[in-house]
């Protein structure tokens, strides 16, 4: 028998959680390209503009992005399946421009921006050296860009030339953002990092806005202004 391939949708019933669906609404949903973002924790454009407008025609939907009327990040993206994340900016051709997020119940959610977007926020992962002596970080998202300046767990914001413009630092005391694990969608302040062993990843103790205190993974945060 030949190989079909990797398939281009996937049941509603067995879909991420951060889909955020109705499970017996649709049987099948659109699957979103590999890259970017992990499978759970992002959702394909097409989804994306489904939840913010409202629109259920799915040929509306894929005229309105192969038009070229939907940006992410700053960009015209034509693909149904692009996979959009944490902190992404999506704007359309009206003007109005949302931010995605994560909700409390780990599900996809968003926010409208009031003003002309002209930053997106991302959490520094990676940091490493090229040739040439150069210093790279690179972002929750997959970008890679050159700074010098931005170290692993610092969250950065990048311009529209793909330029870090500011580093927000993470440390005791600093305002944090728990993107992912069972306090998803929680914000609170740093009270105490824990390093992490060879048996154990470093953890943190936050407080969170209504005063509860946890403890979750480091790499779960990413601090906020």
């Given amino acids: 028998m ?3 391939g990797n398939k281009r949708h996937v049941k509603s019933i067995s879909a991420p959680k951060y889909f955020g669906l109705e499970r017996k609404r649709k049987k099948y949903v659109a699957k979103q390209n590999p890259g970017r973002f992990s499978k759970r924790e992002s959702v394909p454009l ?3 503009v489904e939840k913010i407008t409202g629109i259920s025609n799915r040929a509306e939907l894929r005229h309105t992005i192969k038009s070229g009327n939907v940006k992410v ?3 015209a993206i034509k693909d149904t399946k692009f996979p ?3 902190n992404d900016i999506v704007e359309f051709s009206d003007g109005k421009a949302y931010s995605i997020s994560i909700s409390r119940n780990a599900k996809f959610t968003f926010s409208e921006i009031t003003q002309a977007p002209s930053e997106r926020v991302q959490k520094v992962v990676e940091r490493y050296k090229v040739k040439g002596g ?3 970080v690179r972002l929750y998202d997959g970008t890679i860009i050159n700074n010098d300046e931005a170290r692993v767990n610092d969250t950065v914001k990048v311009d529209k030339d ?5 580093v927000i630092k993470l440390g005791i005391g600093s305002k944090c953002f728990v993107y992912s694990g069972v306090h998803s969608g929680e914000t609170g302040v740093v009270k105490e990092i824990l390093a992490g062993t060879f048996n154990r990843a470093a953890s943190v103790r ?3 806005e209504n005063g509860n205190v946890f403890n979750t993974l480091l790499r779960n945060i990413m601090a906020i202004e």
């Fill in 206 to 208: 936050i407080e969170s």
């Fill in 73 to 75: 990040n700053f960009k």
């Fill in 84 to 86: 959009v994340g944490l």
């Fill in 46 to 48: 097409l989804l994306a």
């Fill in 134 to 136: 150069k210093t790279m």
């Fill in 2 to 4: 030949a190989r079909k």
């Fill in 162 to 166: 793909n330029k870090i413009s500011k």
